[in-house]
């Protein structure tokens, strides 16, 4: 069936330096692929999204890449804060608005001060 | 702004008992879902509703059952509450044809605990 592979499951890096995180998928048909970021006690709510026909996007400090053919697409944090601790979860779903969203596992992101 | 509101943030129920969930939007989306969230599997679709009165089955929805009588709210129930479905609970509702059609917009979550 579909599936999102999320790496790492946690992850730590010191205040300023870059985070990444890699996310695979299974559904050739999937071009719409959010980021969520869920902090502590709240929902997730989502930071960045991109669409099949973009390669990469860039939101500030944030920034997502796809690479189509190899069903990769990364997160991508630079000059992190403490702000960026919280867990990210990225998605992949169909064309069609009742198209099911498959979900990653999810990555603790750690900023060390 | 969506807002997604949840009945309650922290539930503690006893195994047997009929526990519901609520679930409301305010923003007039056709799509709502209810997720459980568990450390190291991230989130899993217990139902799913595109419609009022329409609902289709997740990927585990043993032990669960749904209702959705008006747009806006979707309630989930669990017909008899088991310690093996103490979880956070999320939903989430997702507009239909208009905008962002695949953003999806999460409350805030019910921790539930089942002694």
């Known amino acids: 069936g579909e599936n999102v592979e999320q790496h790492p499951s946690t992850l730590s890096v010191q205040e300023g330096d870059s985070a990444v995180i890699k996310c695979t998928y299974s559904?050739?048909?999937?071009?719409?692929f959010p980021w969520y970021k869920q902090e502590l006690g709240k929902g997730p709510q989502l930071i960045i999204d991109i669409r099949s026909n973009v390669g990469e996007k860039k939101d500030q400090r944030i920034a997502v890449t796809l690479n189509k053919t190899a069903k990769h697409f990364s997160l991508h944090i630079t000059e992190t804060q403490p702000e960026d601790s919280a867990v990210y979860f990225c998605?992949?779903?169909?064309?069609?608005?009742?198209?099911?969203?498959?979900f990653g596992s999810g990555t603790r992101l750690s900023i060390r001060p | 702004d969506v807002k997604v509101t949840q009945s309650s943030r922290y539930l503690v129920k006893r195994t047997g008992e009929k526990v519901f969930l609520e679930c409301v939007q305010d923003?007039?989306?056709?799509?709502m879902f209810w997720y459980r969230q568990d450390p190291g599997l991230g989130l899993r679709l217990i139902y799913f509703s595109y419609d009022v009165k329409m609902k289709e089955k997740g990927d585990i929805p043993e032990g669960y059952s749904v209702s959705r009588e008006k747009k806006e709210r979707f309630s989930l129930i669990l017909e008899s509450a088991s310690t093996n479905q103490t979880s956070m609970y999320l939903c989430a509702s997702r507009p239909g044809t208009s905008g962002r059609r695949n953003t999806q917009y999460f409350g805030p979550g019910t921790r539930l605990t089942v002694l």
């Open positions: 923003m007039d989306h056709e799509n």
């Open positions: 559904d050739s048909a999937s071009n719409y």
């Open positions: 998605a992949a779903s169909g064309r069609s608005s009742a198209s099911k969203i498959i």
